[in-house]
């Protein structure tokens, strides 16, 4: 005997497919990779710590990005930054600032819109590749 199943029943097996964006945001993952070089304060300022000004310049910029998606999340607010939010969060110079922000897009890290960058959710994870030192 052949069993057929209704629309309604193949829909259910698709609705495995979707989560919430809470669920797609591993915030442990993101808390892991600000954790000992960035605090935050309750009125959104983002103050590095002396660790974060021994990484190199895309992993300052990252995590200055990540920062700002922490603050969305928590307090609300704009996600995206633009390069002289980041020169005022990482104290790099604009001239390193500029060409840092158009290679991690160029390699697929952040997106812009409007000259204003972010790290999505997608990209999490490969952020991720360049903020964890490898063993």
């Known amino acids: ?24 945001l591993d915030q442990s993952v993101l808390k892991d990779m600000l954790k000992d070089r960035i ?8 103050m590095p710590l002396p660790q974060f000004h021994t990484l190199k310049r895309d992993q300052r910029v990252l995590l200055a990005l990540l920062a700002q998606k ?17 020169v005022a969060i990482t104290g790099m110079p604009r001239g390193t600032v500029a ?5 991690l897009e160029r390699d697929g890290y ?5 000259g204003a960058y972010w790290v999505p959710d ?13 063993k």
């Not at 952040?110 to 409007?114: A, D, H, L, Q």
């Open 122 to 134: 997608s990209l999490l994870y490969k952020a991720q590749q360049i903020l964890t030192p490898q």
């Open 70 to 86: 922490v603050i969305k999340i928590k307090l609300g607010g704009e996600e995206k930054l633009t390069p002289g939010a980041i």
């Open 1 to 24: 005997m052949t069993e057929h199943k209704s629309a309604e029943q193949k829909d259910d097996v698709l609705e495995e497919l979707f989560v919430d964006r809470a669920t797609v």
């Open 110 to 114: 952040i997106r812009s819109e409007k």
């Open 39 to 46: 605090q935050l304060t309750k009125e959104g300022s983002v």
């Open 99 to 103: 060409p840092t922000v158009r290679d």
